[in-house]
């Protein structure tokens, strides 16, 4: 008896304590509850000093805790191409820890190359995963600002000239990465197109560019991908800073969009206290002052306290950084993660493979048969060069970085002799020019790998190119091998586009962008025909700087402060195809090892129209093609680019097949913004849809009358 009534009081004890607990224990705590509820629970309990607090940085990387409430640091890190090491503290040195090598993932511009939203899905899956391993809540990518020169330094990180394509290829990113209970953060917003001047240049333009160009791709992130995070630009729009503008963060983002998550200040990209609190920042990070002293700390406290802040618009602030914390499982358990694993090295693989351009293959010197060949000279310091580390703010420590030789060794070393000269770079230049030369002679095929790196005036952060040339006497040494070996593969390893003197002398040109972790052995496989390229190109190639919209058209890098976008709508293809420039190689150019033919187009009714044709695979080998589709307004009201992207799908086919291939156009395809009404227009009449393998290789056109 003594024992069951011992059972029974212990059941009624411990009831008793989880009814307590469960009393005692606050809704915002309860992961079943809805996050709303969870927010104004947790609103309600934090004092004025903690609320502020949360809007701004205690360290490099990291922003303030509650202890008090059981509120964590929240924790930040670059960048769009994984998760970078640790820095800091309180300043910008490496923390120097082992613990925080990570998956470098190919280039901003080599992921827009792929034209594979599913694949940047999985891009954004494996570093949400790295991050989650790494203690990370927002990881500050994807960079989707638009490639409006070919010189900006920052060209590598973005995914090139156009919006639709960009957005497309955001939303993936973005949807992967969130699923891994880690917040994206588009950045940065808005018009930061120069690094030129790039923490005070204001930027004047019409509305027509900005909104048609310039912003699609983070109201696609908004819109179509629910990111949780914003980064304003360090640059001014229309003269007030973008990381405390009314217009872009109030009335567009919060007000049109709907944005719900929170607007984090570049670092040191905020510059006073009213228009912070006023004009819709939410985190500011990296200003150079004690964490106390950041405009919104102790002034922004002190205002509140007199009243000439609303308390209302710090609850609103205060709602949107709680809202990103419960999304990425602040309180409660949330994904573990996993680094460096295989999956994330072979995504990296994928990634690289698919980005991959082939430019140009004549007499199809590509792919090289190992089985014949019996030598191959390597040239280039890009073939050694490690580029994963450079470019500032997305740089990584990357656990490996397979370079161009040593995924060549990997895949044909012992079976063909392989010779290597580095050509050009550094003091001894003639000797090593002599070398290569002598190099390419003797050896069967010649692969040169050429390009830009991340050195000041190059692919970097905080600067611009001051042209479009290669440097260190390239274009000299890609001639004179030649000369000596015209069986010569010209690899480029650049993150924007260059002048190619020589292209006439290099049967066969690869663009091969920054790759990442994998790289060279992505790299190996399209040389030797493991993998069929299928890149194509996000940005124009201008044979010249002179045939550039910006240079004809346009205004760089500005003048006391001030940058006018006067080219417009004219930026890339839109300018290259309305004003009928040659460009050296076309946007959405890429060869493949086999060829694809269109046929069976017609336009159904839907969406409003819906285009369809069928792609075959007319060649011996797999392959994936992608299909892209322009329109054209034929007599418009207000002018208009001759045409725009509104549509693209990456097919792949087994030698011989064919697959019918469905295009919707939404609405939205055949829309322009309007200025005078403010907003969108799809004005009736007639269009016309491309179809096409590239902007300038059309395989048809039809015609489409919008009726309403
Ligand atoms: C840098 C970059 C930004 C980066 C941030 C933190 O200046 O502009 O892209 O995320 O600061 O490193």
Redo the contacts with the bound molecule.
């Keep these: 008896m003594n024992t069951i009534l011992a059972v029974l009081t212990g059941f009624l004890t411990l009831g008793l304590v989880m009814t307590a607990t469960a009393a005692d224990s606050p809704l915002f705590l309860d992961a079943s509850q809805p996050r709303e509820a969870r927010v104004e629970d947790l609103l309600g309990r934090l004092t004025l000093e903690e609320k502020v607090a949360l809007l701004h940085a205690d360290s ?2 990291s922003a303030s805790a509650v202890p008090r409430l059981g509120i964590p640091r929240r924790w ?1 890190s ?3 191409h994984g998760v ?1 090491e640790e ?1 800091g503290p309180d300043d ?1 040195k490496p923390a120097g820890r082992t613990d925080d090598f990570s998956t470098c993932m190919p280039c901003g511009i080599a992921l827009g190359a792929t034209w594979d939203p599913d694949l940047a899905r999985k891009e954004g899956e494996a570093i949400g995963q790295e991050a989650r391993a790494r203690g990370k809540h927002i990881m ?2 994807p ?1 989707l600002n638009l490639q409006r020169t070919p010189l900006c330094g ?1 060209n590598f ?1 973005y995914m090139g000239e156009d919006p639709f394509l960009t957005s497309r290829m955001a939303v993936g990113y973005i949807v992967g990465e969130q699923s891994q209970g880690v917040a994206s ?1 588009a ?2 917003f808005a018009v ?1 197109n120069q690094e030129t001047e ?1 923490t005070s240049v204001s930027v004047e333009l019409d509305e027509r560019a900005l909104r048609e160009l310039y912003l699609p791709a983070f109201q696609a992130a908004v819109k179509d991908a629910g990111v949780l995070a914003v ?1 304003g ?2 640059n001014r729009l229309r003269g007030q800073y973008c990381c405390e503008n009314d217009y872009l963060l109030n009335r567009i983002l919060k007000g049109e969009w709907g944005f719900q998550g929170l607007v984090v200040s ?4 905020v510059h006073h206290t009213a228009e912070a609190a006023l004009n819709g920042l939410d985190l500011e ?2 200003t150079d002052q004690p964490y106390h002293g950041f405009y919104l700390a102790d002034a922004y406290l002190e205002g509140l306290r007199d009243g000439t802040y609303p308390m209302a618009g710090l609850d609103d602030k205060v709602r949107r950084n709680l809202r990103v914390m419960f999304a990425t499982h602040m309180f409660d358990p949330g994904p573990k993660g996993s680094l460096n694993t295989p999956e994330h090295q072979a995504t990296a693989r994928h990634v690289a493979e698919e980005a991959m351009v082939l430019l140009k293959n004549d007499n199809n010197l590509l792919p090289l048969d190992e089985s014949t060949l019996k030598s191959v000279a390597v040239i280039g310091a890009n073939a050694t060069e490690l580029q994963a580390y450079g470019g ?3 740089g990584i420590k990357a656990l490996y970085e397979i370079t161009p030789l040593q995924g060549i060794l990997n895949r044909v070393g012992g079976k063909v002799t392989v010779t290597y000269a580095k050509g050009y770079g550094g003091i001894n230049a003639l000797a090593l020019a002599g070398q290569a030369v002598q190099a390419a002679r003797q050896a069967e095929v010649v692969i040169f790998v050429a390009g830009l790196g991340h050195a000041k005036g190059q692919d970097t ?2 600067s611009d190119r001051k042209d479009l040339k290669l440097p260190d006497g390239q274009d000299e040494l890609i001639a004179r091998v030649s000369e000596a070996n015209p069986k010569m593969v010209v690899v480029m390893v650049s993150g924007s586009p260059v002048e190619m003197p020589w292209l006439s002398k290099a049967p066969a040109v690869l663009q091969a962008w920054y790759s990442g972790t994998e790289g060279g052995n992505a790299l190996a496989g399209i040389l030797f025909g493991d993998v069929n390229p299928s890149g194509k190109l996000p940005c124009t190639f201008p044979k010249r700087l002179e045939d550039t919209p910006v240079a004809v058209l346009g205004e760089y890098p500005g003048k006391g402060g001030v940058v006018h976008y006067t080219e417009g709508l004219m930026v890339g293809y839109r300018y290259y195809d309305t004003k009928k420039v040659e460009p050296l190689f076309p946007f959405g150019h890429g060869l493949s090892y086999t060829h694809f033919t269109y046929s069976n187009f017609h336009v159904a009714e839907g969406a409003p129209a819906t285009v369809q044709f069928d792609l075959s695979n007319r060649g011996s080998r797999a392959g994936a093609e992608v299909a892209q589709v322009y329109i054209h307004q034929v007599q418009p009201s207000l002018p208009r680019p001759l045409q725009e992207l509104k549509g693209f799908r990456k097919i792949s086919l087994a030698p011989g097949a064919t697959q019918t291939v469905s295009i919707p156009l939404e609405i939205g395809a055949f829309s322009y913004y309007d200025p005078a009404k403010g907003g969108w227009l799809a004005e009736k009449g007639q269009f016309e849809i491309r179809v096409g393998s590239s902007s300038r290789d059309i395989r048809w056109s039809g015609k489409f009358t919008l009726e309403h």
């Design positions: 490099k990387f930040m670059d960048g769009p970078r820095i910008w500050l990518g960079g920052r990180e953060c950045k940065h930061n790039r980064m630009a360090y570049d670092w040191n990209g990070m990296g500032n703010s997305s952060e905080d």
